[in-house]
């Protein structure tokens, strides 16, 4: 069975700090990665999408694959009280198959 | 960017009645559509798979005689809550997959259902 693990938080972290959001796949065939964003009460925002080893970077935030590490990881720099939300990792195979499978996503707290 | 719209944004209904929500990409086509569930401070649940012109397959658990999904339409689905009981009161979510590009999923805002 696919899974996708995010530490549940919450994390906290002070503003114009880096916030630092981890995980972990189970499907060594999966391609692509994504991270979304979602506010209370409100529908998942894509952030950030990935889909090669290495950083992807924009604006504020850098992606980070490693497939061989079946890890992925969102940076967020200069952190704002806006940031504050719980951010959902997710990702499929590609192959044929277009459900994504998420993490229970990881709260993050930006504290002014 | 990819823009995706649900329409109700929150509907309130009576027990027994049923509700239509409407998932509509508004500048991209859209060949499988997805329908997803959340209840308060729980993570999305999947309900269903919808492809146009295809009949949509549910996950498991999911009644698909209770949710009817039709995707008449590349830019068009819809999620049908029959005879809705209070137990269906939640936040229901539609994403839709590009065609062309990177498979990305994008998210309509959500419709918050309460039946009474």
């Known amino acids: 069975q696919k899974e996708v693990e995010q530490n549940s938080g919450p994390l906290s972290v002070p503003e114009g700090a880096i916030a630092s959001l981890n995980c972990t796949y189970s499907?060594?065939?999966?391609?692509?990665f994504f991270w979304y964003r979602q506010y209370s009460g409100k529908s998942p925002e894509l952030i950030m999408s990935i889909y090669s080893n290495g950083d992807k970077e924009d604006g504020r935030f850098t992606a980070q694959l490693n497939k061989a590490s079946q890890y992925v990881s969102l940076l967020i720099r200069d952190s704002q009280p806006s940031d504050s939300a719980t951010y959902l990792c997710?990702?499929?195979?590609?192959?044929?198959?277009?459900?994504?499978?998420f993490g229970k996503g990881t709260k993050l707290s930006v504290i002014p | 960017g990819a823009v995706v719209s649900q329409h109700p944004s929150w509907v309130i209904c009576k027990s027994g009645t049923s509700v239509k929500i409407e998932c509509r990409s508004l500048d991209f086509q859209a060949t499988t559509m997805f329908w997803y569930r959340q209840f308060p401070k729980q993570s999305l649940m999947l309900m269903a798979t919808s492809n146009e012109g295809s009949k949509a397959t549910y996950e498991q658990g999911v009644e698909k005689d209770k949710f009817l999904i039709n995707h008449a339409s590349l830019t068009l689905s819809t999620l049908t809550v029959t005879s809705a009981h209070p137990e269906d009161s939640s936040f229901y979510i539609c994403s839709a997959r590009e065609v062309l590009g990177t498979d990305t999923q994008y998210f309509g805002p959500g419709t918050r259902l309460t039946v009474l």
């Open positions: 997710a990702g499929y195979s590609g192959a044929g198959s277009y459900q994504l499978t």
């Open positions: 499907d060594r065939g999966s391609q692509s």
